[in-house]
């Protein structure tokens, strides 16, 4: 199916909940935040309905949208919606406690997303193109395939979801349509400085600290172009920090110099163990996050894994070790 067809169901007159996945990213929630500018630009009744809450770096995108449900009420307002609409991921299992409720509703589950995998959802519309660097790019060819007209606070938080999917876009899927889309964006007011600041310059003193107490555990495998870091039990709570403080941990790892995969592992909640794969050149780490029912994009992957941190490193780290044999080293 195509933009279009998902454009078509979005129109006024209806009840609309968008949804994206437990721990929300830059550009699940960016992707939300721009569709419920373009939206009410319609005339359209939306509401936002996550898994788990917000991340405080990105608060600011909810500024401007007084009365948009967060998390708390979100079974609620899905129970009275007349169509869903699911960002940045195509499968259930990563909706959380909103799960079963999405399963239930009885109508219309559009998908908007860029990641590869198999996805399973109820029916309906789906724009999915893993070629786009974030599900926010889709949204604004979606927009301009629809002629729906982006305002300011639409451009912004559509920026954001590129920003934050792309490392600034100096990752690989940065490609010439997505600088086009960002081109567009910042023409529509993106202050880009001010973006930089909320997103990227605005951390708790805990963050450093914990990516310093992060980077103490670092182990790199040359022989394989391997390296790993472990979030220490409890390292959180000590510098008062969530997980979204996480974010660009493993990219230390990524970065010296011989590695091909890096991998973060870090205990959560139910006795899973969590860990976040990242790749350069031709390694696949989606590939391999598949294969422990996880996902992602050949760079960039994640994947919970029921059992105590030593098993699951034991397991996957073997894994990688297998795959990376076959991997040309890079110069």
Same mark, same amino acid.
């Given at each position: ?10 129109? =006024? ?12 990213? +830059? ?5 939300e935040v721009g569709l419920v500018h373009l939206l009410r630009g319609l005339g359209a009744d939306v509401a936002i309905t996550n898994p788990t809450a917000t991340p405080d770096r990105y608060d600011f ?12 009420? !979100? ?5 009275? !919606?007349?169509?869903? $609409? ?14 079963? %409720? ?19 959802? *109820?029916?309906? *519309?789906?724009?999915?193109? =893993?070629?786009? !660097?974030? %599900? ?77 107490? $992060? ?14 870091? %472990? ?11 969530? *997980?979204?403080?996480?974010? +660009? ?21 139910? +006795? ?39 098993? $699951? ?19």
């Amino acid at each position: 199916m195509s933009a279009l067809d998902v454009a078509a169901l979005l129109v =006024p007159g209806k009840r609309i909940c968008l949804t994206t996945h437990v721990n929300p990213d +830059g550009d699940g929630l960016g992707s939300e935040v721009g569709l419920v500018h373009l939206l009410r630009g319609l005339g359209a009744d939306v509401a936002i309905t996550n898994p788990t809450a917000t991340p405080d770096r990105y608060d600011f995108l909810f500024a401007d949208i007084p009365g948009v449900d967060r998390s708390a009420q !979100a079974v609620k307002e899905l129970r009275r !919606a007349d169509i869903v $609409v699911v960002l940045d991921i195509a499968d259930l299992s990563r909706l959380g406690i909103l799960a079963e %409720t999405v399963r239930d509703c009885g109508v219309p589950v559009a998908c908007i997303d860029h990641h590869v995998g198999p996805g399973v959802l *109820p029916d309906g *519309p789906r724009f999915v193109d =893993p070629e786009a !660097a974030a %599900t926010g790019e889709l949204i604004a060819l979606l927009a301009r395939e629809a002629g729906w007209p982006i305002t300011h606070q639409s451009a912004r938080a559509l920026y954001v979801a590129l920003v934050t999917d792309t490392g600034g876009f100096r990752f690989s899927n940065t490609r010439p349509r997505t600088l086009r889309v960002a081109a567009d964006l910042v023409e529509a007011g993106v202050d880009t400085e001010q973006v930089y600041l909320d997103v990227y310059a605005n951390a708790p003193e805990g963050r450093p600290r914990l990516l310093a107490e $992060v980077l103490q555990t670092l182990v790199v495998e040359p022989e394989f172009g391997l390296a790993w870091v %472990t979030v220490p039990p409890g390292s959180l709570e000590r510098h008062d920090v969530d *997980p979204d403080d996480l974010d +660009g941990a493993v990219e230390h790892a990524r970065s010296i110099r011989g590695v091909r995969m890096a991998l973060l592992f870090r205990e959560v909640s139910g +006795g899973r163990t969590k860990v976040s794969l990242r790749s350069v050149g031709d390694v696949d780490v989606a590939e391999l996050a598949r294969r422990f029912g996880g996902g992602g994009h050949r760079k960039a992957a994640g994947v919970a894994i029921a059992g105590p941190m030593p098993t $699951v490193q034991a397991e996957l780290l073997q894994a990688a070790r297998e795959l990376l044999g076959g991997v040309v080293v890079r110069a």
